[in-house]
């Protein structure tokens, strides 16, 4: 008999932007993919200032990621936490004591970035301390 290979498991950790267009650009791959979220809805972040002030309810910003994905035969959605990931091992500890195994694994958690600390590296370029900006001081970090 040909040997048949197995089919890749992709795992996407996340169901934000990055995590979705992910998962989207996977359709119709050979590949398994498992995305998972410790949410059940994609949050549209972009939104949130119109609900901030009233002009949406939170269910115009949040989609269920199953809906999202349900014309997408290779995909399964999960609700866990990724607690940790072990790289070597291919495999990652989840919440509820699970586990998970990949063979490919897309993490897509969220960029963390510190906008302050950007604008205070260009302001330094430009000559101008931060302490010199309004409001940019060390008086807002105690307020
Ligand atoms: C108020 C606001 C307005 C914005 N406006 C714009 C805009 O106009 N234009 C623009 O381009 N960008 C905008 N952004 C930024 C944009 O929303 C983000 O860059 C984008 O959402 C990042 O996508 P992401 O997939 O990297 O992360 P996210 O969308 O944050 O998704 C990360 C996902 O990972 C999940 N997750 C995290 N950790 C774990 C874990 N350990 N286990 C399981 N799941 C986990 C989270 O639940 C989440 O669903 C805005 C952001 C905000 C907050």
Request: net charge positive.
């Given at each position: 008999m040909p040997h048949v290979p197995p089919t890749p498991r992709i795992v996407i950790i996340g169901g934000g932007f990055g995590g979705l267009h992910a998962a989207l650009a996977l359709a119709g791959a050979p590949v398994r993919v498992t995305l998972l979220d410790r949410h059940n809805y994609h949050l549209f972040q972009p939104l949130l200032y119109q609900v901030a002030t009233a002009a949406l309810s939170p269910a115009d910003v949040a989609s269920p990621i199953r809906w999202v994905l349900r014309?997408?035969?290779n995909v399964e959605v999960l609700l866990a936490h990724a607690l940790a990931i072990d790289v070597a091992a291919r495999t990652g500890a989840l919440d509820r004591n699970d586990t998970m195994s990949y063979d490919y694994l897309i993490l897509a958690t969220a960029a963390r970035g510190n906008p302050r600390r950007r604008v205070a590296a260009r302001l330094r370029e430009r000559g101008?301390?931060?302490?010199?900006v309004a409001g940019f001081g060390n008086d807002t970090h105690r307020r």
């Open positions: 014309r997408q035969r101008l301390p931060r302490e010199k």
